[in-house]
């Protein structure tokens, strides 16, 4: 069973929008979502400010996700500390999740960690994931 940890942009963007392709995350059978607060609260902060009629459909999606908090920073492994320092807890809260993949769309500071697992957790835009697991998985 897959444990997809969801970075901020992931849960905004499927909140933002009713047909959003994101929606098909909470579809998987055989996958438990996690995410973190540190993630739903920039996820929140970034729906008020342009979407406040959709913070209920964020309220709706994290019902079916768990949450894990990031450990100190100073616990990050060698490959992680070339994120910026506001993107560091996203990892360090997968990698304490015990995620099996960090789904993002921040390829701008992910980039690099793209395709690359890091204590135990690949790395990947929901796109990548999708197409090579989750068209298996669907109910």
């Known amino acids: 069973m897959d444990r ?5 942009n992931i849960l905004f963007s499927a909140a933002y929008s009713a047909d959003s392709p994101l929606l098909e995350l909470w579809r998987l059978k055989q996958v438990l979502l996690f995410s973190s607060g ?14 406040p009629d959709r913070l209920s459909n964020l309220q ?20 992680a500390r070339a994120l910026p320092k506001k993107d560091l807890p996203i ?6 999740a015990r995620a099996t993949h960090l789904l993002t769309a921040d390829t701008r500071h992910f980039g690099p960690l793209r395709g ?3 204590e135990g ?7 990548d ?3 090579t697991k989750g068209k298996s998985r669907r109910r």
Not at 62 to 79: R, S, Y
């Open 4 to 8: 997809l940890f969801l970075d901020a």
């Open 38 to 51: 540190y993630s739903l609260e920039e996820a929140r902060r970034n729906l008020a400010l342009l979407r």
């Open 60 to 79: 709706q999606l994290i019902a079916k996700v768990q949450f894990a908090d990031a450990p100190p920073l100073a616990t990050a492994p060698i490959e």
């Open 91 to 96: 990892l360090l809260a997968a990698i304490e």
């Open 116 to 118: 690359k697992t890091v």
């Open 121 to 127: 957790v690949l790395v990947l835009t929901p796109g």
């Open 129 to 131: 994931y999708l197409r």
